[in-house]
Antibody, heavy 121, light 106 residues
Framework: QLQLQESGSGLVRPSQTLSLTCAVSGDSINSGGYSWSWIRQPPGQGLEWIGSIYQGGNTYYNPSLKSRVTISEDRSNNQFSLNLNSVTAADTAVYYC?????????????WGQGTLVTVSS | DIQMTQSPSTLSASVGDRVTITCRASQNINGWLAWYQQKPGQAPKLLIYKASTLQSGVPSRFSGSGSGTEFTLTISSLQPDDFATYYCQQYNTYSTFGGGTKVEIQ
């Protein structure tokens, strides 16, 4: 069974960089037809797609966050990461990593449990 | 950017009710639409993809329909486990979620 687990700092200072990693077990991030994504949810609010990384390393980002976001992969450790720079209080949210089933139908079919990141001095 | 508008934002219903949630896209999304269920403190769960295909393991009381810019999620007979917040998501161009519909006990 595929499992995803987020890890990283739960508290980030304003203007600093938020860094999270998603460890994937039960399947390879190189599996064909899938991509790997980050999604966030501010407290009490809805879901926002941050970006995705595809097989081969191509990345796509939410245009509203594109200037601050980098998603990368570490194939040797079967994990992928999120960096979000110049954070403000508006970036406080639960951050989820998820698998996008892509050519297998679409939709985020597996999710991590989520990790709360608070931006505060 | 494609905007997704869900209605209603809150829905009060009773066990056994038939429930319908609507999701409208700001442009044609060619059927590339998914529905999720989220309970407090949990990650969202994929219910339906490609507008009407039921994800494996999801009860058949859930169904999706629609095309173009208008889509619906229907729960044929609401069960106690179904009280939750539901989100639609388009994945025709990047990805955008609707604002959510909270289904609460009447």
């Amino acid at each position: 069974q595929l499992q995803l687990q987020e890890s990283g700092s739960g508290l980030v200072r304003p203007s600093q960089t938020l860094s999270l990693t998603c460890a994937v077990s039960g399947d390879s991030i190189n599996s064909g037809g899938y991509s790997w994504s980050w999604i966030r949810q501010p407290p009490g609010q809805g879901l926002e797609w941050i970006g995705s990384i595809y097989q081969g390393g191509n990345t796509y980002y939410n245009p509203s966050l594109k200037s601050r976001v980098t998603i990368s992969e570490d194939r040797s450790n079967n994990q992928f990461s999120l960096n979000l720079n110049s954070v403000t209080a508006a970036d406080t949210a639960v951050y989820y990593c998820a698998r996008d089933s892509g050519s297998h139908g679409g939709g985020f079919d597996f999710w991590g449990q989520g990790t709360l990141v608070t931006v505060s001095s | 950017d494609i905007q997704m508008t869900q209605s209603p934002s809150t829905l009060s219903a009773s066990v056994g009710d038939r429930v319908t949630i609507t999701c409208r896209a700001s442009q044609n999304i060619n059927g590339w639409l998914a529905w999720y269920q989220q309970k407090p403190g949990q990650a969202p769960k994929l219910l339906i993809y490609k507008a009407s295909t039921l994800q494996s393991g999801v009860p058949s009381r859930f169904s999706g329909s629609g095309s173009g810019t208008e889509f619906t999620l229907t729960i044929s007979s609401l069960q106690p486990d179904d009280f939750a917040t539901y989100y639609c998501q388009q994945y025709n161009t990047y990805s955008t979620f609707g604002g959510g519909t909270k289904v609460e006990i009447q």
